[in-house]
């Protein structure tokens, strides 16, 4: 016998016991199922057959998030404070200013890649970048032999390689 026709008898011999397996354990399931659940009688209060009440259905629990602190506390958000933050009109929030470091420009055949943050964008791609421990989104705009032009939460910034 070659190793081939051992290696397919192998594998045949694997599913068969695989699939005993499973529709023994399936018929067992059922079986155990069928002897402790037994079938529910038309009536809510009517016994089945062994003398045992069907089981009583379990409510829907609901929860109404409280508007104030006399109603309670949420307690998916215990630190929460109730009714809507103050937005102070007039005044815009300041971003935070990113600083990214442009590492490298590269071409491979007609297309330009450019190395940022220690991540590969190439002109139109966006990704996330770790910069002060957390994740930005940056778009890479365009890419130029000495520069690349990104988008960063909005605001765009002109990179450039550092000339040693």
Same mark, same amino acid.
């Given at each position: 016998?070659?190793?081939?026709?051992?290696?397919?008898?192998?594998?045949?011999?694997?599913?068969?016991?695989?699939?005993?397996?499973?529709?023994?354990?399936?018929?067992?399931?059922?079986?155990? &199922?069928?002897?402790?659940?037994?079938? &529910?009688?038309?009536?809510?209060?009517?016994?089945?057959?062994?003398?045992?009440?069907?089981?009583?259905?379990?409510?829907?629990?609901?929860?109404?998030?409280?508007?104030?602190?006399?109603?309670?506390?949420?307690?998916?958000?215990?630190?929460?404070?109730?009714?809507?933050?103050?937005?102070?009109?007039?005044?815009?929030?300041?971003? &935070?200013?990113?600083?990214?470091?442009?590492?490298?420009?590269?071409?491979?055949?007609?297309?330009?890649?450019?190395?940022?943050?220690?991540?590969?964008?190439?002109?139109?791609?966006?990704?996330?970048?770790?910069?002060?421990?957390?994740?930005?989104?940056?778009?890479?705009?365009?890419?130029?032999?000495?520069?690349?032009?990104?988008?960063?939460?909005?605001?765009?910034?002109?990179?450039?390689?550092?000339?040693?």
């Amino acid at each position: 016998m070659n190793t081939r026709a051992f290696k397919s008898s192998m594998v045949r011999c694997a599913l068969l016991v695989c699939a005993s397996i499973g529709l023994i354990t399936s018929a067992l399931t059922a079986s155990a &199922a069928e002897k402790t659940n037994p079938p &529910a009688s038309s009536s809510p209060g009517a016994t089945n057959a062994v003398g045992k009440t069907p089981p009583i259905e379990v409510p829907l629990s609901q929860f109404v998030i409280p508007s104030s602190p006399a109603e309670g506390r949420n307690p998916f958000f215990p630190d929460s404070t109730f009714g809507r933050p103050q937005v102070k009109t007039g005044t815009e929030p300041v971003k &935070a200013v990113v600083t990214l470091s442009l590492n490298g420009i590269s071409k491979v055949g007609n297309k330009w890649f450019a190395l940022i943050n220690g991540r590969t964008f190439e002109a139109g791609e966006d990704g996330d970048v770790t910069v002060s421990g957390r994740k930005v989104r940056v778009l890479c705009v365009t890419i130029r032999a000495e520069s690349v032009t990104v988008d960063v939460d909005g605001s765009r910034q002109e990179l450039k390689l550092k000339s040693y």
